[in-house]
């Protein structure tokens, strides 16, 4: 059977809205062999499969189970994505340290940024999930990154970033390092107010910013 580019599509997104990992990973694999882009795959077959879950997730008509199987079955295809996103012969652009904040599981949307930074010549560490404060601190003082990303998706957790933005303050440390924030909740507006120095609504605005940032940096 001829490949279609669409229909693979809705059936990956659909696959992340059964939360099957199996064929998540089947058909991220048939879209790459049938030279389909990492991020095009991305942007029109699994982020529009978890924009669906979201909205039933949000309108109570799918449950936290099943937004867990999801999410497996979006890792499933990304985990398999990764080495094209990450795939760089450029010189490294510059250092960024990452973390989830304190209190927040949800990775998914920092990974995608991690892989694209990669793919685009930055060095990357990944701090994980509920990252406490302390831990971006000592992380900064150690690595001295030119850039700390902070992601947040729950808006009970967003506060933590301006508390990581204060206590890099304290510590003398906020001068020598840029910082960016972001995830679903966040804004511009927000970013903005807790004294960071960017925000990024998806990843690929992440990369330019970041090379702005590095940069200026550097400059
Ligand atoms: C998947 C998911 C989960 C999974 C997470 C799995 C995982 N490993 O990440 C699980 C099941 C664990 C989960 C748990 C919970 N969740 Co949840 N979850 C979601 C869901 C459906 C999708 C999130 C996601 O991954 N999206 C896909 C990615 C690709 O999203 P994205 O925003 O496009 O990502 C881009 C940008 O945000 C940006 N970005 C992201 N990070 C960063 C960082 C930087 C530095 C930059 C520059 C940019 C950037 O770039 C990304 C790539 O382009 C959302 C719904 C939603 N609309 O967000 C709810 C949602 C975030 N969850 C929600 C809730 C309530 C919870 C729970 C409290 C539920 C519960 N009752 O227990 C728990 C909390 C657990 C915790 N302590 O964190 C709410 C939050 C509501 C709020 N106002 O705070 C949401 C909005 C659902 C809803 N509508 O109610 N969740």
Same mark, same amino acid.
């Given at each position: 059977?001829?490949?279609?580019?669409?229909? %693979?599509?809705? /059936?990956? !997104?659909?696959?992340?809205?059964r939360g099957n990992d199996e064929d998540?990973?089947? @058909?991220?694999? &048939?879209?790459?062999? %049938?030279?389909?882009?990492? +991020?095009? =795959?991305?942007? =029109?077959?699994?982020?529009?499969? #978890?924009?669906?879950?979201?909205?039933?997730?949000?309108?109570?008509? #799918? =449950?936290?189970?099943?937004?867990?199987?999801?999410?497996?079955?979006?890792?499933?295809? #990304?985990? /398999? @994505?990764?080495? &094209? @996103?990450?795939?760089?012969?450029? +010189?490294?652009?510059?250092k960024v340290v990452i973390g989830t904040?304190?209190?927040?599981?949800?990775?998914?949307? *920092?990974?995608?940024?991690?892989?694209? @930074?990669?793919?685009?010549?930055?060095?990357?560490?990944?701090?994980?999930?509920?990252?406490?404060?302390?831990? =971006?601190?000592?992380?900064?003082?150690?690595?001295?990154?030119?850039?700390?990303?902070?992601?947040?998706?729950?808006?009970?957790? #967003?506060?933590?970033?301006?508390?990581?933005? &204060? !206590?890099?303050?304290?510590? %003398?440390?906020? $001068?020598?390092? *840029?910082?960016?924030?972001?995830?679903?909740?966040?804004? $511009?507006?927000f970013a903005h107010e807790i004294g960071?120095?960017?925000?990024?609504?998806?990843?690929?605005?992440?990369?330019?910013?970041? +090379?702005?940032?590095?940069?200026?940096? %550097?400059?």
């Amino acid at each position: 059977m001829s490949f279609d580019k669409k229909i %693979n599509f809705e /059936l990956a !997104s659909n696959s992340v809205i059964r939360g099957n990992d199996e064929d998540a990973a089947q @058909l991220t694999q &048939e879209a790459l062999a %049938n030279g389909i882009t990492a +991020k095009e =795959f991305l942007d =029109f077959g699994l982020i529009p499969g #978890m924009d669906v879950v979201g909205a039933r997730f949000r309108d109570g008509d #799918m =449950f936290l189970p099943e937004v867990l199987l999801a999410a497996r079955a979006m890792k499933a295809g #990304m985990e /398999l @994505l990764k080495p &094209e @996103l990450s795939k760089s012969d450029i +010189k490294p652009a510059g250092k960024v340290v990452i973390g989830t904040v304190a209190g927040d599981l949800h990775d998914i949307g *920092k990974n995608i940024v991690i892989y694209m @930074l990669e793919g685009t010549g930055f060095t990357v560490l990944d701090l994980g999930i509920n990252v406490a404060t302390e831990t =971006f601190i000592s992380a900064v003082q150690q690595h001295q990154p030119h850039i700390l990303g902070m992601s947040a998706f729950l808006t009970t957790t #967003m506060p933590a970033m301006r508390q990581v933005i &204060e !206590s890099l303050q304290k510590s %003398n440390l906020r $001068e020598g390092v *840029k910082v960016i924030v972001g995830g679903a909740p966040v804004t $511009e507006h927000f970013a903005h107010e807790i004294g960071s120095d960017a925000y990024a609504e998806d990843a690929g605005t992440a990369v330019t910013i970041c +090379k702005r940032l590095a940069r200026l940096d %550097n400059s």
